[in-house]
């Protein structure tokens, strides 16, 4: 079975940093995208970042030029640096992946999220 498990939110204050880190593991043939999307109290999910195999990245517009997505197809792991963060970046962020286990195609797989908030 496939887990994604996320690590790295808490507190922060405006204008501050803080890493995200999510870890693929089970049975894995292959990852296409992977990435982040995240939710705000009232709000859709949306997404922030999202890496392809060969680490081309696509970003959200809130978060362009802030925030950065670089993947280790290696260790299974992709990570989102944010920076000069926002209150309004505070929200429950969610690793999301599409993932190969065997014969068939990709399917599509989220974490649990791990929240972030930054406080003004």
């Known amino acids: 079975q496939v887990q994604l498990v996320e690590s790295g939110g808490g507190l922060v204050q405006a204008g501050g940093s803080l890493t995200l880190s999510c870890e693929a593991s089970g049975i894995i043939v292959a990852i296409h995208t992977m990435g982040w999307y995240r939710q705000a109290p009232g709000k859709k999910r949306e997404l922030v970042a999202m890496?392809?195999?060969?680490?081309?990245?696509n970003y959200g517009d809130p978060v362009k030029g802030r925030f950065t997505s670089s993947r280790d197809n290696r260790e299974k792991t992709v990570s989102l640096q944010m920076n000069r963060l926002k209150p309004e970046d505070t929200a429950t962020y969610y690793c999301n992946a599409n993932i190969r286990t065997g014969q068939n195609g990709f399917l599509n797989y989220w974490g649990h999220g791990t929240q972030v908030t930054v406080s003004s």
């Open positions: 890496t392809t195999h060969d680490g081309a990245a």
